[in-house]
Every structure is written in C-alpha cells, then in structure tokens.
C-alpha cells in the first residue's frame, strides 16, 4: 500500500530555516512524482510544491516560490523541502504526498503531517 | 481565499444523499479531467476519496461518487453514514500547479 513518513517540524523564529524530510516505504519511490502540501491551523489545504519522479520537474506556489526549495534523494526513498526566510503565515502542518499516478491527477498517499511553527 | 469555491458545509440525514459542490474556472476544473476530492477527519492527514474526476481508488466505498460540468464539479454521497462526517477539499491541476478548495464540513445529522 505504501506509507510516508514526514519529520524535521519544530518551532523556529521568523527569517528562520528548516528542512523537513519525508521516508517512503512500501512502494518504488524512484517512478512516483511527489508534492508538499501544508495547512494552517483550522484552515484548509494549500498545495506547496511538485518533483518529478527523476527531480528533473519542479513546480512551485507563488506563495513559497524562492524561499522553499523542494528535493529528493531516490537512493534513499526520500523527499525533502528546505524553507527559508520563514514567516508567521508559514506556521502549518506539513503534508508530504505521493502522485496518483498521472502528472496533474490527485494525491493517493499522505504522510502524517509534521507541525512548523514559525513565532518569535 | 481558495482558488476553487466550496460551500463552507452541508448536512443531510443517515441514508440520504447530499451533493458538494466546486467551482473554479477555465483554467482548473474547465480546462483539465483532473479534478480530486479528499475526505479529512479531524486531526488526520486528507484520504483521496475521488480522482480524474469521476474514478475511485479501491476501498473507496461506491456511496462516493464524482462529476464534472464545465467549470464546476461536484462530489454526491450517497446513502450518508455517521462516519462520512468530516471536512471535504476539492482539487484541481491548474497547469504546473495544483489549487484547493476551502473545504465543506459535512454534517451528518
């Protein structure tokens, strides 16, 4: 069935970096595109950012667009997103999410979420 | 605010349907077959429940289903249950993009 497994959330100051890292297991990570999406506490969902099953396709949310940088490590079953410059508006559970299948379809498998928290 | 708009609720009784609705524009919902829903409770991560449009993933209970006209697509369950009460995003690709919903709390009452 396949399971993900996000960490790295915690609570960081504004202007702040963190790198949350995301562990698939269960399924070929190397042939499935992957996303990040977040919410915000009682709010809804906003997708974040997309790579292609190789990393050669990125996309971004003009929300995060230079300051969020997404990544992925094959060899180790892994995803990644490297945000800097951190502002309040950022605190949000983070979603790591795996590609139906299509590039565009839906989100099959979610990790748990890992909370960011961006205060001062 | 949400690129795609969602009632913020709905409600219906055990057993009867209720249809959420989400309407975007030309550029998601009308210009792509590639319209998502997803079912959360609270404090848990989103299930896909509905994908291109009208397909579900297996365990997906056929009380979901999923349809789609011109700008707006909609989400119908059927036969309601005490445990299909939870909150239910929309999603479209947008072209190098994905947008949501702002989400509908269904009610079951």
């Known amino acids: 069935e396949g399971q993900l497994v996000e960490s790295g959330g915690g609570l960081v100051q504004p202007g702040g970096s963190l790198r949350l890292s995301c562990v698939a297991s269960?399924?070929?990570?190397?042939?499935?595109?992957m996303d990040w999406v977040r919410q915000a506490p009682g709010k809804g969902l906003e997708w974040l950012s997309y790579?292609?099953?190789?990393?050669?396709?990125?996309f971004y949310a003009d929300s995060v667009k230079g300051r969020f940088t997404i990544s992925r490590d094959n060899a180790k079953n892994s995803l990644y997103l490297q945000m800097n410059s951190l502002r309040a508006e950022d605190t949000a559970v983070y979603y790591c999410?795996?590609?139906?299948?299509?590039?565009?379809?839906?989100?099959?498998?979610w990790g748990q979420g890992t909370m960011v928290t961006v205060s001062s | 605010q949400s690129a795609l708009t969602q009632p913020p609720s709905a409600s219906g009784s055990p057993g009867q349907s209720v249809t959420i609705s989400c309407t975007g524009t030309?550029?998601?919902?009308?210009?792509?077959?590639?319209v998502s829903w997803y079912q959360q409770h609270p404090g848990k991560a989103p299930k896909l429940m509905i994908h291109?449009?009208?397909k579900r993933p297996s365990g997906v209970p056929d009380r979901f289903s999923g349809s789609k006209s011109g700008n707006t697509a909609s989400l119908t369950v059927s036969g309601l249950q005490a445990e299909d009460e939870a909150d239910y995003y929309c999603?479209?690709?947008?072209?190098?993009?994905?947008?949501f919903g702002g989400g509908t709390k269904l009610t079951v009452l």
């Open positions: 291109e449009v009208t």
């Open positions: 999603s479209s690709y947008a072209g190098s993009k994905w947008v």
């Open positions: 030309s550029s998601d919902v009308g210009g792509y077959n590639y």
């Open positions: 790579i292609g099953s190789s990393g050669s396709a990125i």
């Open positions: 269960g399924f070929t990570f190397n042939t499935y595109e």
């Open positions: 999410a795996r590609d139906v299948g299509y590039t565009g379809d839906g989100f099959d498998i």
